[in-house]
């Protein structure tokens, strides 16, 4: 995703005290800082773009609030001497045209050098272009589609956006850990339901590729319209091919109305999905059906690691009103990468946007432990980490329930 709430060894933070004011959150959108940047006499931006309003609202604000605490730490730092860096956020509404418009707005600021986002893989589709003609590096710590970093041609991978990173692992590695996993668990006969979006059937191919070479049937395979919420029509499809689970390849909005309706109608089996799904929203919309119900998210749990947990406290501490979600920890690391190619990029730079190139190359050359485990990528932008977790909803809420590194 994504959204990707979901889901570690960390790198110093300085302690983050002060009350979110002083944080320079300004809500939805707009510039923040925090900080006094010391005798800091020019400015440097990292934006962020999200989806900052609608369903997704929870997992973007925390994208942009976890970006925010890294600032802050740096400039109470004074990480960059001589630069101050503050935070441009723009909503995306999570729609590709949204995006769009909203990435060619940081472009055409000549002070931004790098921006953490998106959370959609289909909207970064459409930003991806707009960062790599103005030289912008762009870090997701969400999306997840392996398209937009290795291209459509899986057998001949090429990478067309040198200025694209992302913190998070991708579906080529969440799908196929899914299906070992229900796998190992007896389970072999699913069916599949994914809403047509990039992320969505990415992750669904992903998963029957796997799941098929492990010796398990697609019983179904069936597609829903995210605009809709009845899904009956679908459910009476697949419910005769009497799977073992369900896997859905699309975001909760729609996945916790299909677990409902699924289990009312009868069909009470498991519902499994991607990191779209890993959100206390999910629960809620699915009520006490999704009981047993599975999703995947990458990484560890945050607060499974001592770096983990020291994000945490430094983010509790610094007063935000919204959580950090699924995607803080790999926001912060996201944000973190920039800053540290920044450091040697504007160490002479007389201006960002002369400084731009130099800072994608030396992002594509950083390693440290971060929030979320070793940051570091490869020749494709992607992160070299591996490391996913399968939850179960248990008692009303997600619980870990195997973690573990793709081989």
Same mark, same amino acid.
């Given at each position: 995703?994504?959204?990707?709430?979901?889901?570690?060894?960390?790198? +110093? =933070?300085? $302690? #983050?005290?002060?009350?979110?004011?002083?944080?320079?959150?300004?809500?939805?959108?707009?510039? @923040?800082?925090?900080?006094?940047?010391? &005798?800091?006499?020019? @400015?440097?931006?990292?934006?962020?773009? *999200?989806?900052?309003?609608?369903?997704?609202? #929870? =997992?973007?604000?925390?994208?942009?609030?976890?970006?925010?605490? *890294?600032?802050?730490?740096?400039?109470?730092?004074?990480?960059?001497?001589?630069?101050?860096?503050?935070?441009?956020? $723009?909503?995306?509404?999570?729609?590709?045209? !949204?995006?769009?418009?909203?990435? @060619?707005?940081?472009?055409?600021?000549?002070?931004?050098?790098?921006? $953490?986002?998106?959370?959609?893989?289909?909207?970064?589709?459409?930003?991806?272009?707009?960062?790599?003609?103005?030289?912008?590096?762009?870090?997701? +710590?969400?999306?997840?589609?392996?398209?937009?970093?290795?291209?459509?041609?899986?057998?001949?991978?090429?990478? #067309?956006?040198?200025?694209?990173?992302?913190?998070?692992?991708?579906?080529? $590695?969440?799908?196929?850990? *899914?299906?070992?996993?229900?796998?190992?668990?007896?389970?072999?006969?699913?069916?599949?339901?994914?809403?047509?979006?990039?992320?969505?059937?990415?992750?669904?191919?992903?998963?029957?590729?796997?799941?098929?070479?492990?010796?398990?049937?697609?019983?179904?395979?069936?597609?829903?319209? +995210?605009?809709?919420?009845?899904?009956?029509? !679908?459910?009476?499809?697949?419910?005769?091919?009497?799977?073992?689970?369900?896997?859905?390849?699309?975001?909760?909005?729609?996945?916790?109305?299909?677990?409902?309706?699924?289990?009312?109608?009868?069909?009470?089996?498991?519902?499994?999905?991607?990191?779209?799904?890993?959100?206390?929203?999910?629960?809620?919309?699915?009520?006490?059906?999704?009981?047993?119900? =599975? &999703?995947?998210?990458?990484?560890?749990?945050?607060?499974?690691?001592?770096?983990?947990?020291?994000?945490?406290?430094?983010?509790?501490?610094?007063?935000?009103?919204? +959580?950090?979600? *699924?995607?803080?920890?790999?926001?912060?690391?996201?944000?973190?990468?920039?800053? %540290?190619?920044?450091?040697?990029?504007?160490?002479?730079?007389?201006?960002?946007?002369?400084?731009?190139?130099?800072?994608?190359?030396?992002?594509?050359?950083?390693?440290?432990?971060? !929030? %979320?485990?070793? !940051?570091?990528?490869?020749?494709?932008?992607? %992160?070299?980490?591996?490391? =996913?977790?399968?939850?179960?909803?248990?008692?009303?809420?997600?619980?870990?329930?195997?973690?573990?590194?793709?081989?």
């Amino acid at each position: 995703m994504q959204q990707r709430s979901i889901v570690r060894i960390g790198v +110093p =933070l300085a $302690v #983050a005290a002060l009350a979110l004011s002083a944080c320079g959150s300004r809500g939805d959108s707009g510039t @923040t800082g925090g900080g006094t940047g010391g &005798s800091a006499s020019k @400015t440097v931006k990292i934006g962020v773009i *999200a989806p900052l309003s609608g369903d997704l609202s #929870a =997992l973007g604000k925390g994208i942009q609030h976890s970006v925010e605490l *890294a600032v802050k730490q740096a400039n109470d730092t004074n990480a960059i001497p001589g630069w101050k860096i503050s935070v441009e956020a $723009v909503d995306d509404e999570g729609k590709a045209e !949204v995006g769009k418009n909203g990435a @060619t707005k940081l472009a055409s600021d000549d002070q931004v050098i790098g921006v $953490v986002g998106n959370l959609n893989s289909s909207v970064s589709q459409q930003t991806q272009p707009v960062f790599s003609s103005a030289k912008i590096t762009q870090i997701s +710590p969400a999306n997840t589609n392996p398209s937009l970093t290795k291209g459509a041609d899986t057998a001949s991978p090429k990478r #067309a956006y040198p200025t694209y990173f992302r913190t998070c692992t991708t579906d080529a $590695v969440q799908g196929p850990f *899914a299906a070992q996993y229900l796998i190992s668990k007896g389970i072999m006969k699913v069916a599949t339901i994914h809403d047509k979006k990039t992320y969505g059937q990415g992750l669904v191919d992903a998963f029957s590729a796997e799941f098929k070479k492990g010796g398990g049937t697609i019983v179904a395979a069936e597609t829903i319209n +995210p605009d809709e919420s009845n899904y009956q029509a !679908v459910v009476s499809k697949v419910a005769p091919s009497a799977p073992q689970a369900v896997y859905y390849g699309g975001e909760f909005p729609q996945a916790g109305p299909l677990s409902q309706q699924m289990k009312n109608a009868g069909l009470n089996v498991p519902l499994m999905g991607g990191d779209g799904i890993f959100d206390p929203k999910y629960i809620d919309l699915a009520g006490a059906n999704a009981t047993n119900d =599975l &999703s995947t998210s990458v990484g560890a749990p945050t607060d499974s690691t001592p770096a983990g947990k020291k994000f945490l406290s430094e983010y509790q501490a610094a007063g935000y009103a919204d +959580p950090s979600a *699924a995607y803080g920890g790999y926001s912060y690391d996201a944000a973190t990468a920039i800053i %540290t190619a920044m450091k040697a990029t504007l160490a002479s730079a007389s201006d960002v946007k002369s400084a731009r190139e130099a800072t994608t190359a030396a992002v594509g050359k950083v390693s440290f432990d971060g !929030v %979320t485990g070793k !940051v570091a990528f490869d020749q494709f932008g992607d %992160t070299t980490s591996k490391i =996913l977790t399968v939850y179960k909803v248990t008692g009303g809420k997600w619980a870990a329930d195997k973690t573990d590194e793709f081989k």
